[in-house]
Structure formats: C-alpha cells, structure tokens
C-alpha cells in the first residue's frame, strides 16, 4: 500500500513538474512574440521584417507565374483549336508595295460584302 501511494505521488509530482515547465515556455514564448511584435511595431527588427519581405514578394511571383501559366495554357488550346486552313495574314505578300497590299485588301473586302 506504502509503495503504491509513494508511486502515485511520484507520477503526480513528475506530472506537476512538467506542467510547471510548459508553462514557463508558454511564457517565454508568449514574452518572445510580444518582444518580436513590439520591436515590429517600432521598426526595430529588420532581419524579421526581411523575412516577411521575402515570403510576400515569393508569394506575388508565385501568383504570377500561375496567371502567366494560365494564359500560356489558354494560348496554347486556342491556337491548337484553329483550323489549319491558311488565314488571310498568312497569304500575305510582304513583297508587295503597301499601297498594292491595301488595294487588295479593299477588293477582297469589297468582294465579301458585296460592294
């Protein structure tokens, strides 16, 4: 019976030992953010501040690269979905002098619409 309760007191003691040490890191810890936050706020702490820095600008980059991913994949399906007949810029004859080519233009366009 002696033996049982000196055991138990043991394992209450260890249990109130360790309890009596996470509360002084939670406390340590809590003084820790409240010193970070406070030197912040003041502008004192400038290695934390290079920190956020770079994690938001990371995070800009990152957001850039899936908006310029985005547009390259949307590029990329709507020029695939093209027919493969020649369009009128691929007939183009840039040996022509510009007035022929804007003559041309007109014709076509004139033919199109019935003018």
Same mark, same amino acid.
């Given at each position: 019976?002696?033996?049982?309760?000196?055991?138990?007191? /043991?394992?209450?003691?260890?249990?109130?030992?360790?309890?009596?040490?996470?509360?002084?890191?939670?406390?340590?810890?809590?003084?820790?953010?409240?010193?970070?936050?406070?030197?912040?706020?003041?502008?004192?702490?400038?290695?934390?501040?290079?920190? $956020?820095?770079?994690? $938001?600008?990371?995070?800009?980059?990152?957001?850039? $690269?899936?908006?310029?991913?985005?547009?390259?994949?949307?590029?990329?399906?709507?020029?695939?979905?093209?027919?493969?007949?020649?369009?009128?810029?691929?007939?183009?004859?840039?040996?022509?002098?510009?007035?022929?080519?804007?003559?041309? $233009?007109?014709?076509?366009?004139? /033919?199109?619409?019935?003018?």
């Amino acid at each position: 019976m002696k033996q049982e309760i000196l055991k138990k007191l /043991k394992a209450l003691n260890k249990n109130v030992d360790d309890a009596k040490k996470e509360s002084f890191k939670a406390k340590w810890y809590a003084e820790g953010y409240l010193d970070c936050i406070d030197d912040i706020l003041k502008g004192e702490n400038s290695e934390l501040l290079k920190i $956020f820095e770079t994690k $938001f600008a990371s995070k800009a980059k990152e957001e850039a $690269f899936e908006d310029i991913e985005s547009l390259l994949s949307s590029l990329y399906k709507y020029i695939n979905d093209l027919d493969d007949k020649k369009t009128g810029s691929d007939s183009t004859d840039y040996s022509a002098h510009p007035n022929e080519r804007a003559q041309r $233009f007109l014709e076509r366009i004139n /033919k199109e619409t019935g003018r």
